[in-house]
Protein backbone atom coordinates (compact mmCIF):
# COMPACT_ATOMS: atom_id res chain seq x y z
CA UNK A 1 0.00 0.00 0.00
CA UNK A 2 1.03 3.70 -0.92
CA UNK A 3 1.26 6.33 1.36
CA UNK A 4 -1.19 8.66 0.72
CA UNK A 5 -0.02 12.41 1.83
CA UNK A 6 -3.23 15.41 2.39
CA UNK A 7 -2.03 18.88 2.30
CA UNK A 8 -5.35 20.67 4.26
CA UNK A 9 -5.98 23.15 6.97
CA UNK A 10 -5.98 20.97 9.68
CA UNK A 11 -8.55 22.44 11.65
CA UNK A 12 -10.83 21.81 9.13
CA UNK A 13 -10.42 18.33 8.04
CA UNK A 14 -13.17 15.84 7.57
CA UNK A 15 -12.25 12.62 7.48
CA UNK A 16 -13.80 9.70 9.36
CA UNK A 17 -11.89 6.24 9.92
CA UNK A 18 -10.13 6.77 6.81
CA UNK A 19 -6.76 6.18 8.27
CA UNK A 20 -4.24 3.97 9.94
CA UNK A 21 -1.52 6.22 10.77
CA UNK A 22 -1.60 10.05 11.26
CA UNK A 23 2.08 11.45 10.84
CA UNK A 24 2.08 15.25 12.42
CA UNK A 25 5.36 16.73 11.69
CA UNK A 26 7.73 19.54 11.71
CA UNK A 27 6.68 20.80 15.13
CA UNK A 28 3.35 21.86 13.36
CA UNK A 29 1.11 21.01 16.51
CA UNK A 30 0.74 23.41 19.62
CA UNK A 31 0.53 26.48 17.86
CA UNK A 32 -2.91 26.61 18.32
CA UNK A 33 -5.09 28.23 21.97
CA UNK A 34 -5.64 24.87 23.74
CA UNK A 35 -9.44 24.72 22.58
CA UNK A 36 -8.05 24.68 19.24
CA UNK A 37 -5.26 22.25 20.16
CA UNK A 38 -7.76 19.65 21.74
CA UNK A 39 -10.03 20.37 18.67
CA UNK A 40 -7.10 18.80 16.37
CA UNK A 41 -6.30 16.15 18.41
CA UNK A 42 -10.48 14.73 18.31
CA UNK A 43 -9.96 15.62 14.54
CA UNK A 44 -7.15 13.10 14.46
CA UNK A 45 -8.91 10.62 16.13
CA UNK A 46 -11.78 10.78 14.43
CA UNK A 47 -10.16 10.28 10.74
CA UNK A 48 -8.13 7.30 12.45
CA UNK A 49 -9.50 3.91 11.53
CA UNK A 50 -10.29 1.98 14.95
CA UNK A 51 -6.71 0.40 16.22
CA UNK A 52 -5.03 3.42 13.76
CA UNK A 53 -1.97 5.22 15.76
CA UNK A 54 -0.86 8.83 15.38
CA UNK A 55 2.26 10.07 15.64
CA UNK A 56 2.91 14.05 16.64
CA UNK A 57 6.98 14.94 16.28
CA UNK A 58 7.20 18.31 18.71
CA UNK A 59 10.44 20.14 19.18
CA UNK A 60 12.15 19.46 22.51
CA UNK A 61 12.81 22.31 24.47
CA UNK A 62 16.04 21.29 26.40
CA UNK A 63 17.73 19.91 23.51
CA UNK A 64 17.01 23.28 21.65
CA UNK A 65 18.39 25.15 25.44
CA UNK A 66 21.94 22.94 25.06
CA UNK A 67 22.82 22.71 21.54
CA UNK A 68 21.59 26.92 20.07
CA UNK A 69 24.46 28.94 20.55
CA UNK A 70 22.34 32.47 21.32
CA UNK A 71 22.25 34.75 18.01
CA UNK A 72 23.97 31.64 15.77
CA UNK A 73 22.54 30.72 12.90
CA UNK A 74 22.43 27.30 12.56
CA UNK A 75 21.85 26.44 8.81
CA UNK A 76 20.78 22.92 7.64
CA UNK A 77 20.09 20.97 3.95
CA UNK A 78 18.21 17.87 3.31
CA UNK A 79 18.48 15.74 -0.41
CA UNK A 80 15.57 13.91 -1.62
CA UNK A 81 15.18 12.55 -4.76
CA UNK A 82 17.63 15.84 -6.37
CA UNK A 83 15.35 18.22 -4.32
CA UNK A 84 16.90 20.26 -1.86
CA UNK A 85 15.49 21.44 1.23
CA UNK A 86 17.38 24.61 3.06
CA UNK A 87 16.87 24.99 6.58
CA UNK A 88 17.64 28.04 8.79
CA UNK A 89 16.80 28.41 12.29
CA UNK A 90 18.24 30.95 15.05
CA UNK A 91 16.82 30.34 18.58
CA UNK A 92 16.64 33.41 21.34
CA UNK A 93 16.21 31.91 24.84
CA UNK A 94 14.80 34.86 26.02
CA UNK A 95 11.88 35.38 23.28
Known sequence: MKAQF?????????????FDHICNIFSSFGYFSDKNNMKLIGIFYKALKTGGKICIDIVNRDRIVSSYEHGKIRKDYTIIDNDIMLEEETFDPLT
Open 6 to 18: IQEDMLSLKYDKK
